[in-house]
C-alpha cells in the first residue's frame, strides 16, 4: 500500500454508523421495487419501479446487495418480455435498462454480465448482455473498477473469493465470450483489442494514483498487480506490455513518484507470476536504464524475481533476442547493489561455458545463447572486477575453449575461438592472447561486437554523438580545404599541357589472349602423371599433373587397371606442400576416377586402408567421402552418357566435414517420391534401369564394418575419434540408399541396424545424427517385409527409441530425422499389414 497520510478512525466510524442508519429505509424502498421488476407485466410499474432504483444508484443509497438482486433481476428470462410489447414505454425500458447496467457498481456489472453470456444459448437477451458489454468496455468502466480498488476502503469486492473471480474474469474476457459467441463474437472481445484497453486502463489507474498520492491519499495497487500477474500468466504479457512498457518508460524518465509506484506495482505481482511479468516487460523495454527504473532493486529483495533474472533467462531459456540479454545484465550492472549479482552470474556461466558435458548435450543455440551471455558479463565488468575474478576466467577459457576444440561441430569450434580471443584480450597478459584462424560470419561478428559495446544505451549515445559530431567536420572540412585545391589543379592543368608530346594517345597491343609459358610440359600418360606426383618437388609439374590426371585416367582404363592401386595410395599420401589452387578438388575428383574404373581393386584398398595405422583423419575422411561421391556416379543408370562425377558438394577444408545437408537433401527427395498425393493424376510406373553399383555394393559397403570395433594406437572409432564415426555413419547411410532394389540390400539393412544400435546413444551430437540418418536411409531403403521381419520383437523398443529422440534430443537435426523415420516405420508397417488383405 502507497501511503500519504492518516486516515481519521473518528470518520471512518461516524460514515459506518451513517450508512447503518439509513440501509432500513433504503431497503423498504427497494424490496417492492425488485418485486415489481420480477412479477408485473404493466410497463408503467415497471418504468416507475426502474427509475427509483436509478435514483437510490445515483445517490449512493443502494448496498451492494439490493444491486446485486437488481442485476440478476434485470438479465433474467423474465425481463426479456419488456422488450416483446410495443407500448409507449418500450423505448424508456430499453434505455433504464442498459443505464442501470452502466452505472452500477463496475465489478458487480462484470460478474454478471460474463456469466450470463456464458450460461445463456442463443436469444435476444445474450444479445442485449453483449451489447452492453461492449459499452462497458468502450465507456472505461474496467478503469473505474481498477482505481475503486485502489481507493483505501473502497468497495471493490467484499471477500477475497469474490475478488479473485473478478480478477479471473477480468483476465479471461476473450476466452469466456469467444467460448460462447464462436465467430460471432465481436472486435472489442478479441484478445488483439481488449488487452491493450486493459493495459490503457492500468496506465490510467496508474496515472490517478499518482495524482491521489501528489493529493496525500492512500492508495493500494495489490489489485492492480494481481490483474496484470493473471494476463501475463495466461499468455499475453506481449499484448499488456507492447501499450504499457514504452509509455512507462517515458513517464518513469523525469518523475521520481512514477518511478516509484511503477516498482510498486511489480513488487505486488504474485509471485507465481513474476517470471511472466518481468520476461514480458524487459522483452518490450528499450535498454537497461529504462528497466532500472521500473523495476529498482527488485532483483534484490524478491527472490523469485533474482532466480528469473540470474539465472532461467540467462541459463536455462535461449530462445530471447540477445537485447534482453542486454538489458538484463546491464540492469544487474548500474546499481552497486545488483553488481554482487553480476559477479554471481558471471561465475555461474563460467561454469556452464567450461563444461564439456554440457557441450555434449546441449543444443548449439544454447551455447551461442551462453556465449553472448559471457561476453556480455566479461564486457560489464570493470578492472577491479576483471582482477577479483581472474582465476575463474583463466580456467573457464581454457577449460571451455578445450572442449569446444574437440567438438565435431563447425559452429561450436568457431564459438570457442571466439570467445576464448575476447576473454584472453580482456585478461591482458602479456603474451598469452590467444589468435585462430577462421572465416568472420554475421555469427561472428556479432559475438565481437558485444564485448565492444555491450548494453543498448551506450550505442545509443554514441550514435547520438557521431550524428551531433558529423555536421561539424563536415562544416570544418569545406571551408579549409576548399581554398587550397584550385592552386592545385591549375598546377595540373599546367602539367597536361607541357606533355601533350607524350605517347600515351598511342592504340596497345591486345594481350587478353596470352597464356603465361609453362616451363614444365603436362604428363601425356597415366604413368608419367603417377611418377610425376611421386616425386613433387617441382611445384609446376605437381600443379599441371593434377590437372589432367583425371582425365587421363577415364582415358586410358587398360593403362589405369595396371597401377590403379598404386596411383590411389600416391594420390591418398599426397600433401599440398605448394599451397596449389584447388588442390583438395582436383586429389579427390582422381581418387574418384581411379575407383570407378577399377572398381574392386581399388575399393578393396580404401576400405582396408581405412582401419590401417599411422593414418590422419584427414585422410580417413577423405575415404569416406571418396567411397560416397564414387557410390553416387556409380549408382547413375548405364543408359545414361558419362559425364564424370558429380560431387555432391564441394569439399575443400576439414571445417566443412560436418556439413551433410546433401545428404540429407537425397533422402528429403526419396521421402517425397514415397509420399502419395491425392490431388496429382495417375503416375506411371518407373522402370527399373540397371546400374553400375548393384553388383559391387557389398564391396563399398560391408568391409567398412569389419574392424570398427577394434581400437588402434592411433584410430579409436568408437573413442576420441568421434568426427571420424559421426562421417562413417553419414556415408553407410548413403551407400545403403543408393543401393536401393539391389538384391544384397536386405542384408546391408540388417548388418546397419546392428551397427548403429551399438551406438545409439552415444554423447556426442554429430554421431547422434548419423546413426538417425543410418535408420532412415534403411526405412527407406528395406524392403518392408524384410524389415520387419529384421526388426522383429524389437519394433516397440525402436518406436518408443525414435519417439524419444525426436521429443528429447537436443540437436534439432536429429529430431527432424527421427520424426522422418517414425514415418517411415509406420507406412512401411501399414503396408505390411495390409499386403494379405489385398492378396485375399
Not at 425500458?93 to 450470463?116: A, Y
Not at 599441371?544 to 595410395?569: D, H, I, M, P, Y
Amino acid at each position: 500500500m502507497l501511503h500519504s497520510t492518516e486516515s481519521s478512525a473518528e470518520d471512518r466510524f461516524c460514515d459506518v454508523m451513517g450508512s447503518a442508519c439509513a440501509e432500513v429505509p433504503v431497503r423498504m424502498q427497494v424490496v417492492p421495487c425488485l418485486r415489481t421488476l420480477a412479477s408485473s407485466r404493466d410497463s408503467g410499474e415497471i418504468v416507475r419501479a426502474l427509475r427509483t432504483l436509478m435514483r437510490y444508484l445515483e445517490d449512493g443509497e443502494l448496498t451492494r446487495l439490493h444491486n446485486t438482486n437488481a442485476l440478476q433481476v434485470l438479465v433474467s428470462a423474465r425481463s426479456s418480455q419488456w422488450f416483446q410489447s410495443s407500448c409507449d414505454d418500450e423505448e424508456d425500458m430499453r434505455k433504464l435498462w442498459s443505464v442501470f447496467f452502466l452505472r452500477s457498481p463496475p465489478d458487480q456489472t462484470l460478474l454478471i454480465l460474463l456469466d450470463t453470456i456464458n450460461t445463456t444459448g442463443e436469444s435476444a437477451g445474450l444479445e442485449r448482455c453483449v451489447s452492453v458489454l461492449e459499452k462497458f468496455l468502450s465507456m472505461g468502466r474496467v478503469q473505474v473498477l481498477l482505481w475503486s480498488s485502489c481507493e483505501v476502503g473502497g468497495a471493490c469486492s467484499d471477500t477475497p473469493q469474490l475478488r479473485e473471480t473478478v480478477i479471473g474474469h477480468l483476465a479471461a474476457l476473450p476466452s469466456i465470450t469467444s467460448n460462447r459467441l464462436h465467430i460471432q463474437t465481436l472486435d472489442a472481445f478479441l484478445p488483439h483489442q481488449y488487452y491493450p484497453l486493459l493495459a490503457s486502463s492500468i496506465l490510467g489507474t496508474l496515472e490517478k494514483t499518482c495524482h491521489a498520492l501528489r493529493a496525500a491519499q492512500d492508495c493500494s495497487l495489490g489489485f492492480v498487480a494481481q490483474v496484470l500477474g493473471k494476463v501475463c500468466i495466461q499468455g499475453y504479457s506481449s499484448l499488456i506490455f507492447e501499450t504499457l512498457a514504452p509509455r512507462l518508460s517515458s513517464l518513469t524518465r523525469m518523475d521520481p513518484l512514477w518511478q516509484r509506484v511503477t516498482q510498486r506495482l511489480l513488487e505486488n505481482v504474485p509471485e507465481r507470476c513474476t517470471e511472466s511479468v518481468i520476461t514480458g516487460l524487459i522483452h518490450n523495454l528499450s535498454g537497461a536504464a529504462a528497466v532500472s527504473r521500473l523495476m529498482g532493486n527488485l532483483v534484490v529483495t524478491n527472490k523469485k524475481a533474482q532466480f528469473v533474472l540470474t539465472h532461467k533467462l540467462v541459463l536455462q531459456q535461449y530462445q530471447h533476442p540477445t537485447k534482453l540479454l542486454k538489458s538484463v545484465l546491464g540492469y544487474l550492472a548500474l546499481d552497486r547493489e545488483r553488481r554482487l549479482l553480476l559477479k554471481q552470474v558471471f561465475r555461474s556461466v563460467c561454469q556452464v561455458w567450461c563444461n564439456s558435458s554440457a557441450v555434449k548435450h546441449t543444443s548449439v543455440e544454447q551455447q551461442l545463447y551462453v556465449s553472448k551471455a559471457l561476453l556480455l558479463c566479461v564486457a560489464l565488468l570493470d578492472e577491479s572486477e576483471i582482477k577479483e575474478l581472474r582465476e575463474e576466467m583463466l580456467h573457464c577459457m581454457l577449460g571451455g575453449v578445450q572442449c569446444r576444440l574437440d567438438s565435431n561441430i563447425e559452429r561450436i569450434r568457431r564459438m570457442g575461438m571466439v570467445v576464448g580471443e575476447c576473454l584472453s584480450i580482456k585478461l591482458d597478459t602479456p603474451g598469452s592472447h590467444l589468435k585462430f584462424q577462421y572465416e568472420p560470419d554475421e555469427e561472428i561478428r556479432e559475438l565481437k561486437s558485444l564485448i565492444e559495446s555491450p548494453t543498448e544505451d551506450s550505442e545509443e549515445h554514441q550514435s547520438d554523438a557521431s550524428d551531433r559530431l558529423q555536421p561539424e567536420s563536415e562544416a570544418q572540412s569545406s571551408a579549409g580545404w576548399s581554398e587550397p585545391l584550385q592552386p592545385v589543379t591549375s598546377e595540373s592543368g599546367r602539367m597536361s599541357d607541357s606533355e601533350l608530346d607524350s605517347d600515351d594517345d598511342l592504340t596497345p597491343y591486345d594481350m587478353s589472349a596470352d597464356q603465361e609459358k609453362k616451363k614444365s610440359a603436362a604428363p601425356r600418360y597415366v604413368r608419367d602423371c603417377m611418377e610425376a606426383l611421386m616425386s613433387c618437388d617441382d611445384a609446376e609439374r605437381v600443379e599441371l599433373s593434377l590437372q589432367v590426371a583425371e582425365g587421363l585416367v577415364r582415358r586410358n582404363v587398360k593403362a589405369t587397371q595396371e597401377v590403379s592401386v598404386q596411383f590411389s595410395k600416391v594420390l591418398l599420401h599426397l600433401e599440398d606442400r605448394y599451397n596449389t589452387p584447388g588442390f583438395h578438388a582436383e586429389r579427390q575428383n582422381a581418387m574418384v576416377a581411379l575407383t570407378v574404373t577399377d572398381i574392386k581393386p581399388v575399393v578393396e584398398y580404401w576400405t582396408t586402408e581405412f582401419f590401417s595405422l599411422n593414418y590422419s583423419l584427414r585422410q580417413r575422411l577423405d575415404i569416406l567421402e571418396v567411397l560416397a561421391l564414387s557410390a553416387q556416379e556409380l549408382s547413375q543408370p548405364i543408359t545414361s552418357t558419362h559425364t564424370g562425377a558429380q560431387p555432391i558438394t564441394a569439399i575443400s577444408a576439414l571445417e566443412q566435414c560436418d556439413d551433410v545437408t546433401h545428404w540429407r537433401q537425397i533422402v528429403e527427395k526419396r521421402i517425397q517420391s514415397k509420399t502419395r498425393y491425392i490431388s496429382k493424376g495417375a503416375t506411371h510406373p518407373v522402370k527399373a534401369i540397371p546400374n553400375r553399383y548393384a553388383p559391387v555394393a557389398g564391396f563399398f559397403f560391408f568391409p567398412l564394418l569389419r574392424n570398427y570395433d577394434r581400437p588402434q594406437m592411433t584410430f579409436d572409432l568408437l573413442g576420441s575419434d568421434h568426427l571420424v564415426l559421426g562421417r562413417l555413419l553419414h556415408t553407410l547411410g548413403l551407400l545403403m540408399h543408393l543401393a536401393v532394389n539391389a538384391p544384397v540390400v536386405s542384408q546391408m539393412g540388417r548388418a546397419l541396424l546392428d551397427f548403429v544400435w551399438a551406438v545409439r546413444f552415444h554423447a556426442d551430437q554429430m554421431v547422434r545424427r548419423g546413426v538417425m540418418f543410418a535408420v532412415c536411409a534403411v526405412f527407406l531403403s528395406m524392403p518392408s517385409e524384410n524389415l520387419l521381419t529384421e526388426l522383429g520383437e524389437d519394433l516397440m523398443e525402436t518406436r518408443a527409441w525414435l519417439a524419444d529422440v525426436a521429443e528429447n534430443d537436443c540437436d534439432a537435426g536429429s529430431r527432424s530425422l527421427a520424426v522422418q523415420s517414425l514415418m517411415l516405420l509406420d507406412k512401411n508397417l501399414k503396408a505390411q499389414l495390409q499386403m494379405p488383405a489385398v492378396e485375399s
